[in-house]
């Protein structure tokens, strides 16, 4: 199984990866509580605007700017595979213009945009990229424009989520057994492969400790920093960076964005 992992400037997914992220994103769970909180947030402020959507994956969020009547559409993302699937998805939009780009060094000029959306993102970026980020969008955004930022919360690292007929202590002791197998110092690959039969689990979080075993997050205080992790959905698993919810507004802030509103998006029925 050809697979991806942690990188700079974004992480990486194999080829099995983008077909799974293609038919599912992020799972049942992600449509059913983010999907419609996200497109509610967008439609009153992309019509008539020049929209970025930074990371665009295969472009849904593209398709929503432009069918809400944006004036243009930018999108891009790390990943040329993605790209592909994206340009396919908007081919039918004339201002819809899809490219591979960096998040933390975008190629646009300053204030080009009235509207950058960045979904699930910073996630994906290590500590110098995470930090740029924030200081791009400030750079592309012309002044009073606005930024869409969803980023994971601490909250959301230290959830199990399970089948509704799986039992959490029981899924809890499937993760012991499966954790026991996984070699000290793992890639993404090999982590990948341990889980791949693991359906009991919808939604857990996994990281490597220094001493290179990997475990399972019951705790946001286990993490660090930028710490590599990895997120386990019923998708598939990503390679991700941890970043609290006070870091990412501390470099919200000193990236010199301001902050208008912040929702959080989470639902405590962990078993579905």
Not at 48 to 68: H, M, P, S, T
Not at 101 to 110: E, F
Not at 171 to 179: E, N, P, R, T, Y
Request: hydrophobic share 40%; aromatic share 10%; proline share 3%.
């Amino acid at each position: 199984m050809e697979s991806g992992g942690h990188f700079t400037n974004g992480t990486r997914y194999g080829a099995e990866e983008i077909t799974a992220f293609a038919g599912g994103r992020h799972g049942s769970l992600g449509q059913a509580f983010l999907d419609s909180a996200i497109a509610q947030s967008l439609r009153p402020l992309v019509s008539g605007k020049r929209v970025l959507d930074i990371g665009c994956g295969i472009g849904d969020w593209c398709n929503l700017a432009a069918q809400c009547g944006a004036k243009s559409v930018d999108g891009f993302d790390i990943q040329e595979e993605m790209v592909k699937l994206a340009k396919q998805a908007t081919e039918h939009y004339d201002n819809v213009n899809i490219q591979v780009g960096d998040a933390a060094d975008m190629p646009y000029d300053d204030d080009s945009f009235d509207v950058a959306i960045s979904l699930f993102v910073t996630c994906n970026l290590s500590p110098e990229a995470f930090t740029k980020h924030f200081q791009e969008l400030h750079r592309v955004l012309v002044p009073g424009g606005k930024a869409v930022l969803l980023v994971p919360t601490d909250w959301s690292h230290s959830r199990l989520y399970t089948k509704i007929q799986s039992d959490a202590s029981t899924v809890q002791d499937h993760i012991a057994k499966i954790l026991a197998t996984v070699p000290k110092y793992p890639t993404t690959a090999q982590v990948t492969n341990t889980f791949k039969d693991a359906d009991d689990i919808l939604i857990a979080c996994f990281a490597m400790d220094h001493k290179g075993d990997v475990f399972y997050v019951k705790d946001v205080n286990q993490l660090t920093h930028g710490q590599p992790i990895w997120r386990k959905t019923e998708v598939m698993l990503y390679p991700n960076f941890f970043y609290s919810d006070k870091s990412s507004i501390t470099h919200m802030l000193g990236a010199g964005l301001h902050i208008d509103k912040i929702e959080n998006y989470c639902t405590e029925d962990k078993r579905v």
